[in-house]
Each structure stands twice: as structure tokens, then as C-alpha cells.
């Protein structure tokens, strides 16, 4: 795992997508996972300007989904489809079409759940996996004691998550559904590259855990640590916490620049 501290959240997102950008020079058809959120927020920013300023082609890009609420009618504006339609697959000038991402209001969830699993590796798989963490060290919506080995499936929302998207509906939590669909650890893990952004204080707990804690269901976002090409991004104040900052920074201004991201 690569750990790299930035001075802030842009910092952090034009780093990413700069990423992005290369592997999107090489391989123009690249599958991208996006998450949604506050976090990535900055990334979508910095790779839409990268795009309409003519630096990074994405015009064969895919975007995939990596959860989804269950019960949200079509077209609700907080649906992570809408979300991710409309922070990331129009701004980069992208189509419906180049777009993949699980039913949420399916009559069947676990049928949808399995055909998601299945399209994404019918797919070629995710080249490049964007995720955030919550203030429990989930990803995607994998809560606290999720099975490392978990695939694409149902799960029941957590309090504190509900709490935490509330802001998403005009504070109102009875407004957050309590189930979503979420890729799962081991789907996640299929990915050939993982990169987590965290900003704030309030990430800094879970970046640490995370980052330099054990691998355990109890912070599922440890699993990271299993993966051959992880990168976790954080600003300063996301790694306060993290004990070994001042070696973190070391080795990545001591990196070799022909290795990217």
C-alpha cells in the first residue's frame, strides 16, 4: 500500500486525476469505478478540466457504479445513478451508454446483485477503482464486520452512515434509505488498482486503522492492505493520526517519477 499526503483536497484530486489521465493515454477504453460523495468530488473537477482542456482524452472511457440505494424511484435526484450521471459521466462529455452500475429498485435485488457481479468481470474488470471511507472505515458501503471475501449484494445501512448522508436529503434521515446495493470487499479487490481519497479530521481515525492498524472486518477498508496496487490518498488533516506521516512523505517525494501513481 502507497500512502500519499497532500496538502489539501484539490492537491489530492489533481493528483488522481492526473493518474487518470495516464491510464486513460494507454489504455483509452480503460474502466473506471467511481464512488460518490463529498470526497471525490475533487477528482471529477480536476479530470473534467484536464478533458475540456484538451489534456486528457476520455472519450472511450466507462464509468461503473460502485453502489446504489435500494428503493429510490428512477431518476431521484440522489440516486447514485443520478449522482454519478451527472458529476462525472456528463461533465466528461460521456453518454448513458458508456455506463454500467447495479438496479437498485430491481423486483429481484439479489438477482440484480448477482448480474452486476457477473457484468463487471464480463466487462474486463475495473482497471481503476476510486473509493472513499467513512468515519467507521467502510468502503462502498461495506459496514463494519463485512466479510473480506464478500461479493456484489444487499446491505443494511448503518445508523451512523444514515447520519452521515443525511446532508444528501436536506438533513432529513428518515429521508436515507436503509438498504443499498454495494460492490463487496472481494468484488472491490478484483480491481488492478485501488485509490482511496480521505480529507478531513474526521477521516483521520479510520485513515489510521486503515492504513496502519490490522487487517479486521471490524475496518473494512483494511483490506486495502491485501492488495497489490493500493493508494490512499489523504490531506493533512486525514493523516494526523498516522504514526508513520514523516516515513509516508519520504518515500513518496523519494519515489522515482517514471512510476506514477
Known amino acids: 500500500m502507497e500512502v500519499v499526503i497532500v496538502p489539501d483536497a484539490k ?70 445513478r443520478s449522482v454519478v450521471l451527472r458529476e462525472v459521466v456528463e461533465p466528461l462529455g460521456l453518454t448513458e451508454a458508456s455506463f454500467m452500475g447495479p438496479d437498485g429498485s430491481a423486483e429481484d435485488i439479489q438477482a440484480a446483485c448477482e448480474a452486476y457481479d457477473r457484468a463487471l468481470g464480463e466487462a474486463g474488470g475495473v482497471d481503476l477503482q476510486l473509493l472513499g471511507i467513512g468515519t467507521d472505515g467502510h468502503i462502498g458501503f461495506n459496514e463494519p464486520c463485512s466479510s473480506l471475501a464478500s461479493r456484489t449484494r444487499i446491505k443494511t445501512l448503518t445508523e451512523q452512515t444514515r447520519v452521515d448522508n443525511a446532508r444528501f436529503f436536506d438533513n432529513d434521515i428518515d429521508q436515507v434509505p436503509h438498504h443499498v446495493i454495494t460492490q463487496g470487499i472481494g468484488t472491490i479487490l478484483e480491481a488492478r488498482h485501488l485509490v482511496l481519497l480521505a480529507t478531513g479530521e474526521g477521516k483521520a481515525e479510520a485513515v489510521a486503522q486503515t492504513v496502519e492498524g490490522p487487517v479486521a472486518a471490524l475496518v473494512p477498508a483494511s483490506a486495502l492492505q491485501l492488495h497489490p496496487h493500493a493508494t490512499v490518498v489523504v490531506d493533512e488533516a486525514a493523516a494526523s493520526k498516522l504514526k508513520l506521516a514523516d516515513y509516508f512523505r519520504a518515500t513518496y517525494a523519494a519515489k522515482p517519477a517514471w512510476q506514477g501513481l
Open 11 to 80: 492537491a489530492g484530486g489533481e493528483l488522481i486525476a492526473a493518474a487518470i489521465g495516464r491510464l486513460l493515454s494507454h489504455k483509452p477504453g480503460a474502466l473506471l469505478g467511481v464512488a460518490t460523495g463529498s470526497s471525490p468530488l475533487p477528482i471529477y473537477e480536476a479530470l473534467t478540466a484536464k478533458v475540456r482542456a484538451g489534456e486528457v482524452d476520455a472519450s472511450r472511457a466507462r464509468i461503473c457504479q460502485l453502489d446504489e440505494y435500494v428503493g429510490l424511484p428512477a431518476g431521484h435526484p440522489e440516486s447514485y
